[in-house]
């Protein structure tokens, strides 16, 4: 049977044995899940300013909430995926891949980021409707922490500790939204362009909005 299977942003055919519909982790997943969330949480602290704080408890304080706000952002897009997957029926596990892998530690020191070391890998038959579903749910799962970060913002004084780190993290949300909603080969964007151009195009601005918004704040 040939089986679509979602890597990184996308979905290739190869074989897979069909599994259960229920929610589960084997040990594997969770050894792919603890090595793709470091990779994802390291390039995405790149992208913070530290410069206004000048102690050294400071600067960690606001590491550590980055930190948390980076890892929950890939984990919950990657776990979206899978939730939803299995909910219509299809086998669902992360896996991170070895290109994914180069790239997103190649991004840690570099301007230009690239942040996809894996992806829910999925098996059983999956009909454009349930990939696009499957596809949506990363992305959306992004915004919605980019507009909760927001609007906490206006409550948090820019001098705060907690200021640096929330901005932050609503910045590197919305561009997991806006990488991951390119409708070109492997991305989530290209299945739901494929599915609804309507809902890809209005997710599409609203990341680029969001992203273009955090970026200048």
Same mark, same amino acid.
């Given at each position: 049977?040939? +089986?679509?299977?979602? =890597?990184?942003?996308? %979905? ?10 229920? %929610?589960?982790?084997? /040990? ?6 603890? +090595? ?23 600067? +960690? ?22 939730? =939803? ?15 994914? %892998?180069?790239?997103?530690? +190649? ?32 992305? =959306? ?54 599915? /609804? ?11 680029? =909005? ?5 970026? %200048?704040?």
């Amino acid at each position: 049977m040939s +089986i679509p299977v979602q =890597v990184g942003t996308g %979905v290739h055919s190869m074989l897979v044995p069909a599994r259960t519909r229920s %929610v589960r982790f084997s /040990n594997t997943e969770i050894k792919h899940l603890i +090595i793709g969330t470091a990779l994802v949480t390291a390039a995405g602290v790149s992208f913070l300013r530290l410069s206004f704080l000048t102690d050294t408890v400071s600067s +960690i304080f606001a590491l550590a909430i980055a930190t948390v706000i980076f890892a929950m952002g890939f984990i919950l897009h990657e776990l979206s995926h899978k939730y =939803v997957a299995q909910r219509h029926g299809l086998w669902a596990e992360f896996r991170v891949n070895t290109m994914g %892998v180069a790239l997103t530690a +190649i991004s840690i020191f570099s301007p230009l980021k690239f942040i996809a070391p894996g992806a829910v890998v999925i098996s059983g038959f999956a009909d454009k409707d349930r990939m696009g579903l499957t596809a949506l749910a990363g992305p =959306v799962i992004n915004l919605i922490i980019t507009i909760g970060l927001l609007a906490a913002l206006p409550a948090v004084p820019p001098a705060s500790l907690l200021y640096a780190p929330l901005l932050a993290g609503a910045a590197i949300n919305a561009f997991l939204a806006l990488f991951n909603l390119i409708p070109f080969a492997i991305f989530d964007g290209k299945k739901i362009y494929n599915w /609804n151009r309507t809902y890809w195009a209005l997710m599409f601005i609203v990341a680029l =909005v969001l992203t273009i918004y955090t970026y %200048v704040l």
